[in-house]
């Protein structure tokens, strides 16, 4: 049995089990039939569907969002604000429930001294919803955005380097954020006139809801543990008080943990009862049931480094590579979008 561990790291003090992670050597799957959509991007970041089914997809040291149809890519909108360094840039993108009236796109950056969210109609310049969402040096930007089911949009921030703030209620650092689509608070959010929705994140990489309306995050881990977590309105995550697995009741436990450098889950969708995680340092796609049970690697090494994965209006499953990110090594083509019918 594994012991509890308490020791002093930077801040607090750290309780969780040094036990193997939940998923350790998932048995390889078949991808199915596997094309490129469209090559030569450059870091693509963020990827949602317009009600046309063609694809706005951002890059992050660019600033570009492109629009992808038919097999070719073209630039739509930029993004001048946008200040990359390390992992920051321009990084989530969100399409408005009711584009087809408002025609609202939303897109999260990082701006000089900010990260922030902001709307635009393509080919017009963007307005800020939610600015001082506390910006990393170079990491923990966090970026992921999307709608949900109750027409609120969320986000999934990072602690910017500082580790408290994950734990600090009147801080956007290290929560996911749930707000109106003018970056209110939304109606019924845990603490009234409040964005947080949960806390005690480490960064926050994908966000996707099952049919159900459950939420589900993607997070990335320090030295021990990347998690998948089914997130509850107010739930408390542990980090920095707790990575993985914890004894404490107060701190909710993932579904499923990887070893850091087996996973580094960055995108997520959920299609049916199964989640699926496009992972950079891992390079491969996860696929587990949305119970923590049942993993399975798909595309292992056969792509490098995957930023995200999000579900087409057709059924397939669209992949975004990070060969170009500065971590990774490219190949002739790099970076991509794929598509596979799971």
């Given at each position: 049995?594994?012991?509890?561990?308490?020791?002093?790291?930077?801040?607090?003090?750290?309780?969780?089990?040094?036990?193997?992670?939940?998923?350790?050597?998932?048995?390889?799957?078949?991808?199915?039939?596997?094309?490129?959509?469209?090559?030569?991007?450059?870091?693509?970041?963020?990827?949602?569907?317009?009600?046309?089914?063609?694809?706005?997809?951002?890059?992050?040291?660019?600033?570009?969002?492109?629009?992808?149809?038919?097999?070719?890519?073209?630039?739509?909108?930029?993004?001048?604000?946008?200040?990359?360094?390390?992992?920051?840039?321009?990084?989530?993108?969100?399409?408005?429930?009711?584009?087809?009236?408002?025609?609202?796109?939303?897109?999260?950056?990082?701006?000089?001294?900010?990260?922030?969210?902001?709307?635009?109609?393509?080919?017009?310049?963007?307005?800020?919803?939610?600015?001082?969402?506390?910006?990393?040096?170079?990491?923990?930007?966090?970026?992921?955005?999307?709608?949900?089911?109750?027409?609120?949009?969320?986000?999934?921030?990072?602690d910017a380097g500082e580790r408290d703030a994950a734990q600090d209620r009147g801080s956007l650092a290290g929560k996911i954020l749930r707000m109106t689509p003018d970056g209110q608070p939304a109606p019924g959010n845990p603490d009234e006139g409040s964005l947080v929705y949960s806390l005690g994140h480490r960064n926050v990489q994908g966000i996707a809801w099952d049919a159900r309306g459950t939420l589900f995050a993607a997070e990335f881990g320090q030295n021990h543990y990347d998690e998948l977590n089914r997130i509850s309105p107010g739930g408390n995550y542990g980090w920095p008080l707790v990575e993985g697995p914890s004894d404490d009741s107060r701190y909710v436990t993932p579904l499923a943990t990887w070893a850091t450098d087996e996973a580094s889950p960055s995108g997520l969708a959920v299609v049916g009862?199964?989640?699926?995680?496009?992972?950079?340092?891992?390079?491969?796609?996860?696929?587990?049931?949305?119970?923590?049970?049942?993993?399975?690697?798909?595309?292992?090494?056969?792509?490098?480094?995957?930023?995200?994965?999000?579900?087409?209006?057709?059924?397939s499953l669209w992949v975004l590579t990070s060969n170009r990110d500065g971590r990774g090594s490219p190949d002739e083509g790099d970076d991509r979008i794929l598509r596979l019918v799971p």
């Open positions: 049995m594994a012991a509890v561990v308490g020791a002093v790291v930077g801040v607090g003090v750290w309780r969780g089990w040094f036990a193997d992670p939940s998923v350790s050597d998932a048995p390889r799957a078949r991808a199915g039939a596997v094309e490129t959509v469209v090559g030569d991007l450059a870091a693509p970041w963020g990827l949602a569907f317009l009600p046309d089914s063609s694809a706005l997809v951002t890059e992050r040291d660019s600033g570009r969002i492109l629009q992808v149809s038919g097999g070719t890519a073209r630039e739509v909108a930029r993004i001048d604000e946008a200040a990359p360094a390390g992992e920051g840039g321009l990084l989530g993108i969100a399409v408005s429930p009711d584009y087809a009236r408002d025609r609202w796109v939303y897109v999260y950056y990082t701006a000089e001294r900010d990260n922030r969210i902001a709307r635009l109609r393509l080919g017009e310049r963007p307005e800020p919803v939610l600015t001082g969402i506390p910006r990393g040096s170079r990491t923990h930007n966090g970026g992921r955005i999307a709608f949900g089911p109750d027409g609120m949009l969320y986000a999934g921030t990072g009862d199964q989640a699926w995680l496009a992972c950079l340092r891992g390079q491969r796609l996860y696929r587990i049931g949305t119970d923590g049970t049942g993993p399975e690697a798909l595309l292992s090494g056969e792509y490098g480094r995957l930023r995200h994965v999000a579900a087409a209006p057709d059924g």
